[in-house]
């Protein structure tokens, strides 16, 4: 089974300051990788993913992951964050089987003006 | 288009009582998921439905819960005899197909609160 680790459970960033919000995952033979963002009192909604090839993804809002396999990680950055981008921030993975995605505990993500 | 929609939004009910929720999945959707996302567990997946069928029924918390999905649409979770534990809110996602290439969307979710 995949296990999944959000190192912070809180990153206070100033507005228009870069972030990079961790995630390692256990090693598998063959990973799906995912970052979803929650909103107050909304659902989930996918930022990226990666599943296989060029190891940058680019998601919605200016956000992008790097796969590394080596180190096991899956970091998500923003070069300049905004007031709206406070939000909960949930890294998950799957191996891959049409079954359900583990997550991480959550990254709250706190912009400061 | 309409999303993921959940009934009810809130639900209090009293410790012992059953209570039953409701997900309604992206028309045209065949794979359904349910989630729970609690404080002290974070998020959880529950069961995935392709079709009416349920593979994999070992992530339910406990044999309280259960889960059925009828006509391929609409997916019922039924908790009995809740426990204070049970609170936490229940997700609902659905995708295109099973498998991971298929983006899951969410849910607002039913929040629980056992009392």
């Known amino acids: 089974a995949q296990s999944v680790t959000q190192l912070d459970s809180q990153v206070p960033v100033f507005e228009e300051a870069p972030v990079e919000l961790r995630c390692n995952y256990s090693s598998s033979v063959s990973v799906y990788l995912f970052w979803y963002v929650q909103y107050p009192n909304q659902g989930l909604q996918l930022l990226l993913k990666y599943l296989s090839g060029s190891t940058l993804v680019k998601g919605i809002n200016g956000f992008e992951a790097e796969f590394n396999k080596s180190q096991t990680s899956f970091h998500l950055r923003k070069p300049s964050v905004h007031i709206s981008d406070t939000a909960e921030y949930f890294c998950a993975a799957s191996g891959g089987g049409a079954d359900g995605l583990t997550f991480g505990k959550g990254t709250h993500l706190i912009i400061q003006p | 288009g309409a999303g993921v929609s959940q009934s009810p939004s809130n639900k209090v009910t009293e410790k012992g009582k059953d209570v039953e929720l409701r997900c309604d999945p992206i028309?045209?959707?065949?794979?359904l998921y349910w989630y729970r996302q609690s404080l002290g567990q974070g998020l959880e997946f529950l069961i995935y439905f392709q079709g009416n069928s349920a593979p994999d029924k070992s992530g339910l918390p406990s044999d309280r819960f259960s889960a059925e999905r009828t006509g391929g649409s609409v997916s019922t979770l039924t908790i009995q005899r809740t426990q204070q534990e049970d609170s936490a809110v229940y997700l609902c996602a659905s995708s295109l197909e099973g498998g991971q290439i298929y983006e899951q969307y969410f849910g607002p979710g039913t929040r629980l609160t056992v009392t």
């Open positions: 028309s045209g959707h065949t794979a």
